[in-house]
C-alpha cells in the first residue's frame, strides 16, 4: 500500500513529525510512506479546504491508496475530506479511535488533530496513534465475533459513499481560482502524473 502523508499549513510544523511516526508504523507493515508537505520551510500555505481537494485527487487517481493527515483540530480536515470524491475519512484522536477506524470502517484517510489538545506528550500519542492505525489490515472487522458481519457493513458503506458522492468529474465545477491553486502544489501534481492512472485535471 502506499501511504501519502500531507496536512494543512496551519500545522506545517508537525509535518516531519507526522511523516516520521507514519513511516515507523507503515513501513513495518510493508507500506510506502510519501510526504508531500505542507513543509515548515514553505511560504506558501494550503488551507484544510485545499489540502483536501489534494487528497480528494492523490485517490481519486490511484496515486496513492492511504493518506495520513491533519489540521489544528483535524475535524475540519475530516469534513472537507468526507465532501469531496474518492476520500472515505475517519477522525483518529487517539490510539482506540484510529484502531476501530482501520478495523472497522477500513476508509483510505485519517485526520488526526495536530493542535488541538496537542500539549506534554503529544508526540507519543501520535505515535501510537498511528501504530494502532496500521496494526492490521484495514476492514478486517473488530471484535473477531463480529468480523464478518462489521466487513459487510465496510463494503456497504463505501458502496453507499460511491453512490452518494459525484465522481471526479466533479473537478470541472470547482471555482477556477481553488483548482488554479491546489495545481500549483507541484510534488502532489507530478506524483499524480507519474504514479496516477490518467485522471484529468
Known sequence: MKV?????????????????????????????????????????????????????????????????????????MMLCCNSLPGVLCGYVPTPQDAFLFGRINGGNAASLPLGLGFGWLGELNLELTLEKLFDEAFGCGYPPEDAQRKQRDTVLLQKLNAITKRGPDCFAEYPAGLMEKVKQRKNVMDFIRRHGCGLEI
Open 4 to 76: 501519502g502523508v500531507i496536512q494543512a499549513s496551519s500545522q506545517k510544523e508537525k509535518n516531519r513529525l507526522l511523516e516520521a511516526c507514519t513511516r515507523q508504523a507503515a513501513e513495518k507493515r510493508g507500506h510506502e510512506v510519501v510526504n508531500f508537505g505542507i513543509f515548515p520551510e514553505e511560504d506558501e500555505t494550503y488551507s484544510y479546504v485545499e489540502t483536501g481537494v489534494l487528497i480528494s485527487l492523490l485517490l481519486c487517481s490511484g496515486a496513492v491508496d492511504f493518506v495520513v493527515t491533519g489540521c489544528s483540530s483535524g475535524q475540519g
